[in-house]
């Protein structure tokens, strides 16, 4: 043999062998493939046959040893058992991926049918309820809602109310301020400036300014923020008749067709005169109990007739047109609704006293 033919015998059966061993690699790559059980031996197996050192890697690093006429065809076939292999990993995958999907979804299976979790309805605060309810009384009989700001002007909450620097009535109110002429309102009054002076010289005023006042108090009956609605009509020819009217309409509305109002001179600032106003017991109708202390009546509000200062402060002619304004404490009224005897119990945030109330026709329950 020549030095010659061995070389061509070594070439040709590298061609053979290399054919032989590609041809083994496929099946071997298909068996494993096929084997393979999950994604991580599957990744396994890619690496083994296509992998930097992997089995058909290899046979095609000897392809450089074969003869160059031959090493065309012996490519061809190289990339198609390739290709092959490849075709298979994917196809594979995507079955492996199918059954650990059902497998996933039988494991994480959501029982539709099972009862859900409610989550807990929560209810109306008391206050919520009595500001509701005093709104729609006063909205049916043509009042509109307006309002003002919680911080205010000591002007605006005071003085333009004729109660200048000095006034004793401040003593009456004992006052968060900020600065000397900045101050958390303590009524809602201010209120009825703050909408003269944007309205006139328009004609009538009939507004309820409902909001949160702040009050440096704290007893049974007396919290440091509570709420307040503000009343204000001015019109030509208003009188204390209209305002006795109104408030007796709003009396029987909210507390029931029998109840009866009381009116008693006071005085306030701003008005003039001044009535202080009772309604009749909601508990023993007037003949005397523990909530009246037995004089058969509950005070609910101040009020009076608009005084002429106050007028010419919003913008109006108290020549021209007169009228009343009124100012109801809001827990109050729902202490009297609900007959609760603390109000604090209206804040401390307690649930089981909470959720005893429920807007009229939820079936509401005593407190
Ligand atoms: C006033 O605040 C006047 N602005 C009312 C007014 C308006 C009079 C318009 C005339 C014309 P008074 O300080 O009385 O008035 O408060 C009115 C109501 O607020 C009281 O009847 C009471 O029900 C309620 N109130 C007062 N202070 C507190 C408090 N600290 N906690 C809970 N309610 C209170």
Known sequence: MTSDSRTRKGKTEGYDGLVARLDTARGAARAAIEQAGSAAALEEVRVRFLGRSGELTQVLRGLGQVDAALRPELGRIANEVRAGVEGHLTARGLRLDAVELSRRLEAERVDITLPGTTPRRGTYHPVSLAMADVERVFT???????????????????????????HPARDMQASFYFTADVVLRTQT????????RANTPALPVKIIAPGRVYRCDDDATHSPVFHQVEGLV?????????????????????????????????????TEPSAEVDVSCTICGGSGCRTCKNSGW???????????????NGGYDPEVVSGFAFG???????????????????YGGDVRFLRQFRPAGEGRAQA
């Open 140 to 166: 049916s009989m043509g009042f509109e809602v307006a309002e003002g700001p919680d911080i205010e002007t000591d002007w605006y909450n005071f003085q333009a109310l004729n109660m200048p620097r000095d």
């Open 189 to 196: 009054s201010p209120v009825q400036i703050r909408y003269m």
């Open 234 to 270: 001015v019109d030509r020819g208003i009188t204390m008749g209209d305002l006795k009217g109104v408030l007796d309409v709003f009396a029987r509305e909210l507390f029931g067709p029998t109840t009866r109002t009381r009116f008693r001179p006071s005085y306030f600032p701003f």
């Open 298 to 312: 509950i005070e609910i509000l101040g009020a009076g007739l608009v005084h002429p200062q106050v007028l010419r």
């Open 328 to 346: 109801l404490g809001i827990e109050r009224v729902a202490m009297l609704r609900y007959g609760i005897a603390d109000i604090r119990l209206l």
